[in-house]
């Protein structure tokens, strides 16, 4: 019984990537069973990340950014991954610092699709899969501060939750730091997550200017130098401006 239940979510599950975005109704009819049936398998999925709902119609459901964790060749049929390997093992190289690439799931929060390691004994880990909230984050702000204005106001009415006592949690410190974001053309984070973790992060566009993810630079406290912000800043710029020529074919 447990066994058909797992692979009628699976196929619930492709279903849902095959048609995205697609209401229960649908569903219902494609698969012949029972609408609870089919609701009660989208909000499981839901819950674990697998699934969504869509944000312009919550009654109908796409693939949520786990999907993407798990396999993130499935992103832009496998292009960012590609097009950002290289220079994400060039900034390490570069740093030895740990690079990572995340993917924002709608406003809900970005996840992290890729990491590349560096050699010191101490260092930043994030795993596959890991999820952070936008606001929190370099590679979360990097990402909010090219969004259009609505997005912003909708994720700061949404509330925003203080991690840390330096958390841009208040609507005009996140505003101006977004501002700030898009005359540097890079996202810092002191501490304003995860205690001990510094990062910079800057975002990859698409043709149309939309950030498609966050490629970071993440370092202990320890080894933080302020007086090399502006220089790093500027790497992990350059190498998502690199990823998103690539994407592009240039």
């Given at each position: ?7 009628r979510?699976?196929?619930i ?83 030895n610092?740990t ?15 890729d ?12 795993t ?10 370099a590679?979360?702000r990097?990402?909010?501060?090219q ?28 505003r ?17 997550y ?47 401006e690199?990823?998103?020529?690539r994407?592009?074919?240039?």
């Open positions: 019984m447990e066994m058909k239940s797992v692979t979510s699976l196929r599950l492709e279903a849902v990537a095959q048609h995205q975005p697609v209401t229960v109704g649908e569903l219902t009819k494609l698969f012949g069973l029972p609408k609870s049936t089919v609701q009660r398998t989208l909000v499981t999925l839901a819950e674990a990340g697998w699934l969504r709902a869509n944000r312009k119609d919550t009654t109908r459901w796409e693939i949520g950014a786990r999907v993407l964790a798990v396999r993130p060749a499935a992103l832009q049929g496998s292009s960012l991954f590609a097009a950002a390997r290289e220079p994400m093992i060039r900034l390490r190289d570069t740093v610092e690079i990572h690439l995340s993917v924002p799931d709608a406003l809900q929060c970005v996840v992290v699709v990491r590349v390691d560096c050699d010191h004994p101490v260092r930043t880990f994030h596959i899969g890991d999820t952070s909230p936008l606001h929190a984050t590679v979360g990097a990402i909010l501060a969004l259009p204005k609505q997005d912003v106001e909708e994720l700061i009415a949404q509330g925003l939750e203080r991690f840390s006592d330096t958390t841009p949690a208040d609507p005009d410190e996140l101006a730091e977004l501002d700030r974001i898009r005359a540097d053309g890079y996202a810092v984070n002191r501490n304003q995860r205690p001990g973790v510094y990062a910079l992060a800057a975002p990859v566009l698409d043709e149309n200017g939309t950030p498609l993810a966050a490629v970071a630079i993440s370092m202990p406290d320890s080894r933080y130098d302020v007086k090399r912000e502006s220089e790093w800043g500027g790497l992990v710029a350059g190498a998502a690199e990823i998103s020529g994407l592009l074919g240039g």
